[in-house]
């Protein structure tokens, strides 16, 4: 017996050596931080405009802290996880990654070092992602000045906290390599994939996850998925706001932050939309042309402002005078900037709450969460700002408001579980 259970002790211990030799990575030599003279500034202009798409600094900068120094915390199922300093700082930075490092990190997922990232880190994203791109990024991030900062260690518990680990899961989930071209497809609808599939990386949070953390493929992918306590919604056939996406719409929206038939981009997607807005027109034609094939076809004579004009006939058109604490509220705390007719624009756009996604969505989490909250930090000034309510309402009378805007504006019975959601995302 116990000659076997020392040979069963020296088979694992030789399966973990093995495995250790099997997933170890090589180092990459450093480098001296390179000459921010060196680079081209058509090509650090490029990369600044792919930083924006990739919506690097908002993953990579913590509260109050300098663009792309990281330390920014990212709750996850696994553990908390703390991003890295992207600016070429030489000790706490990617100062003395050389570029073949930096495109190991995007295309591989493994670190100078030879260690394995996290997938939360996109990794399987920006694999898809182009020589002249990379470069291009790279030459943006190392002219950036370099920045010291102590990044605290991640909170993952074990095994999680063993990036060996990681090797299992790219053999499960990661499909390496560029996106194939489809030749069936015209060289816009090919553009719109390469930006969305890759720096884009839109599906990371337009798509639901499995229990590893992979991105679920097939009739789930772009089903819509919760980041931060946001409900990012689906992009496919599950999408059902009460006036349908097409590319028109989903061009108008990326180009300025906000669409007269849906609403405005607030919390997790104010920043996207914030680098959206500085990419060309014709690569935002491409992404909206790619993205409108995923949602249910319209029909030719489909005109979002004909459904808007019917909506808000139905609701503004149809409003009594206010009688209950919903109704009070409104008038008192909302109107002047959700009014509808030909008075005085407030503090930037009026977004129409008769077409408003939110109002009509299967749960009111980012309703409460842009009245909590509001939006102090819109994707584009000139779309103005949205007062918090956090200290002004209390509990009850957030539930009431809510009740009162999904009730009358867009004629679906109140959320059943607006008690609870309202003291949790308080």
């Not at 792309?68 to 990654?97: C, H, K, Q």
């Amino acid at each position: 017996m116990k000659n076997t259970s020392l040979a069963v002790i020296g088979g694992l211990a030789a399966l973990a050596v093995l495995g250790l030799i099997a997933t170890w990575q090589p180092s990459i030599a450093p480098i001296d931080p390179p000459d921010p003279a060196s680079f081209a500034a058509d090509a650090i202009a490029r990369g600044q405009r792919l930083a924006a798409l990739g919506d690097c600094a908002a993953c990579h900068t913590r509260d109050g802290g300098a663009p792309l120094s990281g330390g920014r915390a990212m709750a996850t199922p696994f553990g908390t996880l703390y991003t890295t300093n992207l600016t070429p700082d030489r000790e706490d930075g990617i100062g003395v990654w050389s570029f073949e490092a930096f495109k190991r990190a995007m295309r591989e997922g493994i670190s100078r070092e030879g260690d394995y990232l996290y997938p939360a880190f996109p990794y399987t994203a920006f694999t898809r992602v182009g020589d002249e791109d990379l470069r291009d990024l790279y030459a943006y991030l190392m002219s950036r000045p370099a920045v010291e900062t102590d990044t605290p260690d991640n909170r993952l518990p074990f095994p999680y906290n063993h990036r060996q680990i990681m090797a299992g899961w790219n053999l499960l989930f990661f499909d390496k390599g560029p996106l194939p071209a489809q030749p069936q497809r015209d060289t816009q609808w090919n553009r719109g994939a390469y930006l969305v599939e890759g720096l884009g990386h839109c599906s990371a949070c337009h798509s639901p996850r499995n229990a590893l953390g992979a991105e679920r493929s097939g009739k789930e992918r772009f089903a819509g998925a919760t980041v931060d306590g946001w409900k990012a919604p689906a992009l496919n056939a599950d999408s059902k706001p009460p006036i349908p996406w097409d590319q028109a719409t989903l061009y108008d929206y990326f180009r300025h932050g906000f669409s007269r038939y849906h609403g405005g981009a607030a919390g997790p997607m104010a920043p996207v939309a914030a680098g959206l807005a500085q990419q060309s027109d014709a690569d935002l034609q491409a992404i909206a042309r790619y993205l409108a094939t995923f949602l249910p076809e319209q029909p030719g004579n489909f005109s979002p402002e004909q459904l808007a004009q019917q909506l808000e006939q139905r609701t503004y058109g149809t409003l009594q005078p206010a009688s209950g604490t919903g109704g009070r509220l409104f008038n008192g705390a909302c109107m002047a900037c959700h009014h509808d007719g030909d008075s005085p624009k407030l503090n930037g756009v009026r977004p129409s709450l008769a077409v408003s996604s939110d109002l009509y969505a299967a749960t009111p989490d980012n309703l409460l969460l842009v009245v909590l909250n509001g939006i102090g930090d819109p994707a584009r000034p000139e779309l103005g700002y949205m007062p918090a309510f956090r200290n002004s309402l209390n509990n009850e009378q957030i539930i009431a408001l809510a009740r009162y805007l999904r009730e009358d504006f867009a004629g679906l019975p109140a959320w059943p579980d607006l008690e609870f959601k309202v003291a949790k995302l308080r």
